[in-house]
């Protein structure tokens, strides 16, 4: 399943909500040398309870609009 994501990092808590058919995730990581697509991958794979190699960034590596795969 592919899911469109939104992050922000340097958030206050991490959560994972919907909000108009986007899941916007909120991490505390930083956005530096991949901590935050880390700490996604991480909040992800605990909120879909699926392992962590099953979650990938399939496109936005670098920016806030991301694209996940899950595999289930």
Avoid: Y
Avoid at 1 to 29: T, W, Y
């Amino acid at each position: 399943m592919r899911v469109q994501i939104k992050v922000i990092p340097n958030a206050k808590k991490e959560a994972v909500e919907e909000k108009d058919g986007v899941l916007v995730v909120r991490v505390k990581a930083v956005p530096e040398k991949g901590k935050a697509n880390e700490a996604v991958v991480k909040l992800l794979a605990k909120h879909f309870k699926v392992a962590k190699n099953e979650v990938k960034i399939v496109r936005g590596m670098a920016g806030r609009n991301k694209i996940v795969e899950i595999e289930d």
